[in-house]
């Protein structure tokens, strides 16, 4: 267990503006941003989703020399460069693959989003990124209501289950790894798909969540490419049920680093 740094302003700055930076950061984003957000800003809250950025940081640095590593929190892919959005202040995500291409010139990494909702603050910030490959499976239905453009987005329908979810995800994976060949992937694996999710709008079982985490992951690290995961969303007022909801995916790397002998 690796324990993460609070993300510099510095490093944030790579994603984030300024202008946003200090607000945010300062307590002095107004009361209709806050709403946007979800959540009444606190100094708390700043620290939280600091460390959280570090966190998936962390993961992507020790996936790069372990080949498989697992954050406990992140994936707030709706978190814009100059707003956060739908519970997202900070894009972990987006400032861990920037962090990583910047770090080696020539780095190529893939986002593989499966949270149920489109990663549009993601998809903004790399559109013009040849480096960032990102890939975004979610229920065309949900949030956001205007979406960005992914390099690929598969929208599906409401109620989808588990064997029509996961050969959705099957049909596309390979070939995105086959066509832009990653250095490394940032894995969002939002539990929102989740039949009980409050706001999931899909139907997938506890199974059909650890099937895909191993899918995705095996299919990731048989290629030899490392993966970093991040827990993404997921929505229940039984905060027990969803954390047990959320170590799925840890518990699917524990299979997947046994069986690849890692
Ligand atoms: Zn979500």
């Given at each position: 267990?690796?324990v993460?740094?609070?993300?510099?302003?510095?490093?944030?700055?790579?994603?984030?503006?300024?202008?946003?930076?200090?607000?945010?950061?300062?307590?002095?984003i107004?009361?209709q941003?806050?709403?946007?957000?979800g959540?009444?800003?606190?100094?708390?809250?700043?620290?939280?989703?600091?460390?959280?950025t570090?966190?998936?940081?962390?993961?992507?640095?020790?996936?790069?020399?372990?080949g498989?590593a697992c954050?406990?929190?992140?994936?707030?892919?709706?978190?814009?460069?100059?707003?956060?959005?739908?519970?997202?202040?900070l894009n972990?995500?987006a400032?861990?693959?920037?962090y990583?291409?910047?770090s080696s010139?020539?780095?190529k990494?893939?986002i593989?989003?499966l949270?149920?909702?489109?990663?549009?603050?993601?998809a903004f910030?790399?559109?013009e990124?040849?480096?960032?490959?990102?890939f975004?499976?979610?229920?065309g239905?949900n949030?956001?209501?205007?979406?960005?453009?992914?390099?690929?987005?598969?929208?599906?329908?409401?109620g989808?289950?588990?064997?029509e979810?996961?050969?959705?995800?099957e049909?596309?994976l390979?070939?995105?790894?086959?066509?832009?060949?990653p250095?490394?992937?940032?894995?969002?694996?939002g539990?929102?798909?989740?039949w009980?999710?409050?706001l999931?709008?899909?139907?997938?079982?506890?199974?059909?969540?650890?099937?895909?985490?191993l899918?995705?992951?095996?299919?990731?690290?048989?290629?030899?490419?490392?993966?970093?995961?991040?827990?993404?969303?997921g929505?229940s007022?039984d905060i027990?049920?969803?954390?047990?909801?959320?170590?799925?995916?840890?518990?699917?790397?524990?299979?997947?680093?046994?069986?690849?002998?890692?």
């Amino acid at each position: 267990v690796w324990v993460p740094e609070i993300a510099s302003e510095e490093l944030l700055r790579c994603v984030h503006t300024e202008e946003y930076l200090n607000s945010f950061i300062n307590g002095r984003i107004n009361e209709q941003e806050q709403r946007r957000t979800g959540f009444p800003w606190s100094k708390g809250l700043v620290r939280r989703c600091r460390y959280e950025t570090g966190g998936t940081l962390l993961a992507a640095e020790v996936a790069l020399h372990r080949g498989l590593a697992c954050s406990t929190a992140g994936g707030t892919h709706h978190a814009f460069p100059s707003f956060g959005s739908g519970f997202c202040l900070l894009n972990d995500l987006a400032v861990a693959a920037k962090y990583l291409i910047s770090s080696s010139p020539g780095r190529k990494v893939l986002i593989v989003d499966l949270d149920v909702h489109q990663g549009d603050g993601t998809a903004f910030i790399f559109k013009e990124e040849p480096c960032v490959f990102t890939f975004s499976v979610h229920c065309g239905k949900n949030f956001p209501l205007r979406k960005q453009q992914s390099d690929l987005d598969v929208s599906v329908e409401d109620g989808l289950e588990d064997e029509e979810y996961l050969s959705t995800v099957e049909a596309h994976l390979p070939s995105v790894l086959e066509i832009f060949r990653p250095d490394v992937v940032l894995y969002d694996a939002g539990v929102d798909p989740h039949w009980e999710d409050e706001l999931g709008r899909l139907r997938l079982t506890d199974q059909g969540l650890y099937r895909r985490d191993l899918y995705v992951m095996k299919t990731v690290v048989s290629r030899g490419v490392p993966v970093a995961t991040v827990i993404g969303g997921g929505y229940s007022r039984d905060i027990d049920k969803l954390a047990l909801r959320h170590s799925i995916v840890h518990r699917a790397a524990t299979q997947v680093w046994r069986e690849c002998g890692m």
